[in-house]
């Protein structure tokens, strides 16, 4: 079946690094979608690509959709002790509105 | 705008006990709401598909005499857990689509001893 597989599992940085998490697909997606779970907390929607080659940007926030429609990338920059929390990516299963979503990666972040 | 609200937020019951979790869409209709189950430091398994006014779709390997599912309107959707083990105790998430992305319940915490 259609697997969403997400790298790192775990990614410790000190506050003001760099951190970015890798999304792949075993199948082409119609729109990926990346979603944020603070410790404790629920998945909170970040934002959907829809486009082949889509950059889009939120504040430190950069999200790439690949050429092929069947990675993404989450990029923050200069990372804030706010940016705890597990970043999960989604994708669509098929052409249903189920989602099939990534392991996920667990961010913290030194003060 | 899009806020799903999911009740109770955590349970602790004996074994044997049946627990209703219920998700509501407040302020949009949802003809679609979705049962997760997430384990500690694991991702969203998907256990159910919620249709209003008629059947639950299962996923693969999840028992729908244990985890029935009622969908009675377009803002309400039900996950009754029967006789509940300490092997069901996990977080259970409902979820609802609205504008093209989905948009979780604050989560139930079921612990069974």
């Known amino acids: 079946g259609q697997q969403v597989m997400q790298i790192p599992q775990y990614q410790h940085v000190q506050e003001g690094e760099d951190f970015t998490t890798y999304c792949n697909s075993s199948?082409?997606?119609?729109?990926i979608q990346w979603y944020k779970q603070r410790p404790g907390g629920h998945p909170v929607f970040l934002i959907q690509l829809v486009k082949s080659g889509e950059v889009k940007k939120q504040k430190r926030l950069t999200f790439q959709f690949g050429e092929a429609k069947k990675n993404s990338s989450l990029h923050i920059t200069a990372t804030q002790t706010t940016d705890v929390g597990t970043y999960f990516c989604a994708g669509p299963q098929g052409g249903s509105e189920k989602l099939v979503f990534g392991k996920g990666t667990k961010l913290t972040v030194n003060p | 705008g899009a806020v799903v609200s999911q009740h109770p937020s955590r349970v602790i019951c004996k074994s044997g006990t049946s627990v209703k979790i219920e998700c509501r869409s407040l302020d949009f209709q949802a003809t679609t709401m979705f049962w997760y189950r997430q384990f500690p430091k694991q991702s969203l398994m998907l256990m159910a598909t919620?249709?209003?006014?008629?059947?639950?779709?299962?996923e693969q390997g999840v028992e729908k005499d244990k985890f029935l599912i009622n969908h009675a309107s377009l803002t309400l959707s039900t996950l009754t857990v029967t006789s509940a083990h300490p092997e069901d105790s996990s977080f259970y998430i409902c979820?609802?689509?609205?504008?093209?992305?989905?948009?979780f319940g604050d989560g139930t915490r079921l612990s069974i001893l």
């Open positions: 199948t082409t997606l119609s729109n």
């Open positions: 979820s609802a689509d609205s504008s093209r992305a989905q948009h």
């Open positions: 919620s249709n209003e006014g008629s059947k639950a779709t299962y």
